[in-house]
């Protein structure tokens, strides 16, 4: 069965303190990997896709990265204003396009 | 570009009645996704629509639910009669995949979400 599992649920760091986000998945074969900020009320914003393992995107102060088992998200010298939920969510082959989602990292970043 | 278009952006009802959520997806999007994300949980979808037809509608509960999307572009997502549990965000997303489409993982792009209080 597909999933997604991300680590950990929630993140509390300090202006600056870089550190990094899981997302480990199980899939039948995967067509991407993608990578979602949610701000509360918010819908989800498209961050970064990855398609196969070894691949990397930057985006300011993030960096996502793949494996075959697990992709992180990479934070570096965060600021208050990155403080969000992020999501991870995969798309098999097979499914549609459809993703499979995680349940999100909150991560809070204190000033 | 324009985005994803959703509303109402808040809603509160009493149990039992009806409910309907609106949505314009972005300009040339074949795909349009209906989800449900409760509070501290990553979205679960509803239903999914390429063009005018249901692609997949398995985690739709059919005896409440009903969704349409006439012509190919927007659509409407019904809830009646509305249940306590039905209290989540409801999301529209798009993406431009259409039944021609071969390659890696298309990204679907979200509106901002109806928060639906059903007391």
């Known amino acids: 069965e597909d999933q997604v599992t991300q680590s950990p649920e929630a993140l509390r760091l300090q202006e600056g303190e870089s550190s990094s986000l899981n997302c480990s998945y199980t899939?039948?074969?995967?067509?991407?990997l993608f990578w979602y900020r949610q701000d509360p009320g918010k819908g989800p914003e498209f961050l970064f896709t990855?398609?196969?393992?070894?691949e990397e995107k930057e985006k300011e102060r993030l960096k996502a990265t793949l494996t075959k088992k697990e992709s992180f998200l990479h934070i570096t010298a965060p600021k208050p204003e990155d403080s969000a939920t992020y999501l991870c969510?995969?798309?098999?082959?097979?499914?549609?396009?459809?993703?499979?989602w995680g349940a999100g990292t909150k991560l809070i970043i204190k000033p | 570009e324009a985005g994803v278009a959703q509303s109402p952006r808040y809603k509160i009802i009493e149990k039992r009645q009806s409910v309907a959520f609106w949505c314009n997806p972005i300009?040339?999007?074949?795909?349009l996704y209906w989800y449900q994300q409760i509070l501290g949980q990553g979205p679960k979808l509803l239903i999914q629509?390429?063009?005018?037809?249901?692609?997949?509608d398995s985690q739709l509960p059919k005896d409440r639910f009903s969704a349409e999307r006439l012509k190919g572009v927007d659509s409407t997502l019904k809830i009646q009669p509305a249940k306590l549990e039905d209290s989540a965000v409801y999301l529209c997303?798009?993406?431009?995949?259409?039944?021609?489409?071969?390659?890696?993982?298309?990204?679907?792009?979200f509106g901002p979400g109806t928060r639906l209080l059903v007391l």
């Open positions: 997303a798009s993406s431009l995949v259409d039944s021609g489409w071969t390659g890696y993982g298309e990204t679907q792009y």
């Open positions: 300009s040339g999007h074949a795909t």
């Open positions: 629509f390429q063009n005018n037809g249901v692609v997949d």
């Open positions: 899939v039948s074969g995967l067509r991407g």
């Open positions: 990855l398609y196969s393992a070894g």
């Open positions: 969510a995969v798309q098999a082959w097979d499914s549609n396009y459809q993703l499979i």
